[in-house]
């Protein structure tokens, strides 16, 4: 099935540190969302973005809608322990109204 | 606001057998949406319902199939199950389709032996 390419794969980092994601398609989209997931659990809904060159923060989460309309970032600052989890974008395709996941992002952070 | 709610959580079935999953929209949402989750294949959709019709499909068997009630609560099921149908199946209910949040429940977690 169709996934949005996810980069990096995965991460350790330090507490504190920032962390960066993205996310790619080759295709345009008109809204991304960002979720987080936990072990066993369903995805949390963090950020939606609905224009291009949107940036929409929730708390220490940042996250903006790419310019050509075909990526999206995804900035944590300052990370905290509980930040680990697999963070997954989506995109709508205009078209069909799907959302299209990405492949995901495991993040590990080293207390 | 209750959230999006799955029943049940966690269910052991054998090859063969049939399986319903069921899953009930935030309140006030008329869509919902079905996802198979493995860690091969990731997110991959599986149907949308909006309005107790079927307006997306996924590229799946035609073992796999859904339906909407009028209350917009909604439930899929697998006939004959095969050993890759594994997964952790998720529902994810929208107000409306488009340029719209898309919440999730926790998964139905579905081994088969």
């Known amino acids: 099935g169709q996934q949005l390419n996810q980069s990096p794969q995965s991460m350790f980092i330090q507490e504190g540190e920032d962390v960066s994601m993205n996310c790619t398609s080759s295709?345009?989209?008109?809204?991304w969302l960002w979720y987080k997931q936990d072990p066993g659990e369903g995805p949390v809904l963090l950020i939606a973005?609905?224009?291009?060159?949107e940036l929409t923060s929730n708390g220490r989460l940042t996250a903006q809608f790419g310019i050509t309309r075909k990526d999206s970032f995804l900035n944590i600052s300052a990370s905290i322990p509980s930040d680990v989890g697999i963070y997954f974008c989506a995109g709508q395709n205009s078209g069909t109204y799907k959302y299209i996941f990405g492949t995901g992002t495991r993040l590990k952070v080293l207390a | 606001k209750a959230g999006v709610t799955q029943t049940p959580r966690y269910l052991i079935k054998t090859r063969g057998q049939q399986v319903t999953l069921s899953c009930s929209p935030i309140?006030?949402?008329?869509?919902v949406s079905w996802y198979q989750q493995t860690p091969g294949q990731g997110l991959q959709f599986l149907f949308e319902?909006?309005?107790?019709?079927?307006?997306n499909k996924g590229n799946f068997p035609g073992r796999f199939s859904g339906r909407q009630f009028s209350n917009s609560r909604s439930e899929m099921n697998v006939s004959t199950l095969e050993l890759g149908d594994s997964a952790l199946y998720l529902c994810?209910?929208?107000?409306?389709?488009?340029?719209?949040?898309?919440?999730f429940g926790p998964g139905t977690r579905l081994t088969v032996t």
């Open positions: 295709s345009i989209f008109n809204t």
């Open positions: 973005l609905y224009k291009a060159g």
């Open positions: 309140s006030g949402h008329r869509s």
């Open positions: 319902y909006f309005s107790e019709t079927q307006r």
């Open positions: 994810a209910s929208s107000f409306l389709r488009w340029r719209i949040e898309q919440y």
